[in-house]
């Protein structure tokens, strides 16, 4: 199985700061017949389901503010937060579906 | 609107079975790939099964830690998706979600608010 390991587990950042998650995979979850990295990343706010912010490691799904953005590419990966507001308050969790599924164990996001 | 609804969940014992339902609407549900993911009161989140839509012949994948245990199911006629959870023990107590892969091997791009599944004596 793909272990998805995520740091750091919490951080508190202040408003209008940048927030940096980093994430790491147990092996490459770069396809390369297409050159896309399976890789996503999502938001859970407390009493709700996660809501999914990135995909293809840097795609912003439609909706999603800008000061989300993904990067990395084969076992490295990073979701940033810029400029961070309070409603970004939650755990994010980074996915691989390259093979199977897996997720990260979370990274907790509060505000100094 | 993509909605999924998760009903079925509920206490049951230790070695006993539950099957909970996943309810769609607001996109052609035969054309997506459907997944369960839990997650245990105040942890992480767990994959446990996908089934692939019907033009991928309704595969079904699941891990370890449920194959054998976990079954997961569709009727497209009914725009509805189950798992079945036979066998249970005391670590599968987790909310349980459905969510939805719209590509069919891609990002969980909509989920329900999921259903608790309590094992207890």
């Known amino acids: 199985d793909i272990v998805m390991t995520q740091s750091p587990d919490s951080l508190a950042v202040s408003l209008g700061e940048r927030a940096t998650i980093n994430c790491k995979s147990s092996q490459s979850i770069l396809y390369s017949s297409n050159n896309e990295n399976y890789l996503a990343w999502y938001q859970q706010k407390p009493g709700q389901p996660p809501k999914l912010l990135i995909y293809?490691?840097?795609t912003r799904k439609s909706g999603v503010p800008d000061r989300f953005s993904g990067s990395g590419s084969g076992t490295d990966f990073t979701l940033t937060i810029s400029n961070v507001q309070a409603e970004d308050v939650a755990v994010y969790y980074c996915?691989?579906?390259?093979?199977?599924?897996?997720f990260g164990q979370g990274t907790k996001v509060e505000i100094k | 609107e993509v909605q999924l609804v998760e009903s079925g969940g509920g206490l049951v014992q230790p070695g006993g079975s539950l099957r909970v339902s996943c309810a769609a609407s607001?996109?052609?549900?035969?054309?997506?790939?459907i997944h369960w993911v839990r997650q245990a009161s105040g942890k992480g989140l767990e994959w446990v099964g996908r089934i692939a839509s019907k033009g991928n012949s309704y595969a079904t994948k699941y891990p370890a830690s449920v194959k054998g245990r976990f079954t997961v199911s569709r009727d497209d006629s009914k725009n509805t998706a189950y798992l079945q959870m036979n066998s249970l023990k005391t670590e599968d107590t987790a909310v349980y979600f459905c969510?939805?892969?719209?590509?069919?091997?891609?990002?969980?791009?909509?989920w329900g608010q999921g259903t608790l599944v309590t094992v207890s004596s």
């Open positions: 996915h691989q579906y390259y093979d199977l599924r897996t």
């Open positions: 607001g996109f052609t549900f035969s054309d997506s790939a």
């Open positions: 969510t939805r892969d719209s590509s069919g091997w891609g990002p969980l791009d909509n």
């Open positions: 293809w490691a840097s």
